[in-house]
């Protein structure tokens, strides 16, 4: 019986513990520009990330940040109390211009999601909405 009890005790620790990794944080994220126009000659598309009170940016493993779980930002820093990370605007553009297609081809509205990854493996995410357009469409 003891035997029992000490398995049940260990297997229900490993689950406690396990749920406690599997939460997501909610960040703030602020993209800029908050229009892109999809022709432009721009380099970068930055992303500002906030996490909820008792988190720090500094615990960001920087390396796990993902957009739109397709794009690695080409660097990123610490800036007042935010992560600012920079996209390379011409990858990002050439995968936003399908989502242009999708929506008709001129102008439009969408959603882009930033996830990673703090350096204890606990997970965030976020959201901004940009507008896209083809200037020469509009």
Not at 7 to 35: E, G, R, W, Y
Not at 45 to 74: A, C, H, K, R, W
Not at 111 to 123: C, E, F, M, P, W
Request: hydrophobic fraction near 45%.
């Amino acid at each position: 019986m003891a035997a029992f009890l000490s398995t049940l005790v260990l297997f229900s620790f490993h689950l406690l513990s396990q749920s406690s990794k599997a939460i997501t944080l909610a960040a703030a994220v602020d993209i800029k520009p908050n229009t892109l126009n999809l022709n432009m000659k721009g380099r970068w598309l930055t992303v500002y990330i906030g996490l909820p009170e008792g988190y720090n940016v500094t615990d960001i493993n920087q390396s796990t940040i993902m957009l739109e779980d397709l794009f690695s930002p080409e660097w990123s820093n610490i800036e007042c109390g935010m992560l600012m990370a920079k996209f390379d605007a011409s990858t990002v553009i050439d995968y936003l211009w399908g989502q242009l297609y999708h929506m008709g081809g001129r102008r439009g509205v969408v959603d882009l999601r930033i996830a990673g990854q703090l350096i204890d493996g606990t997970q965030f995410s976020g959201s901004d909405k940009i507008t896209i357009m083809d200037p020469i469409k509009n």
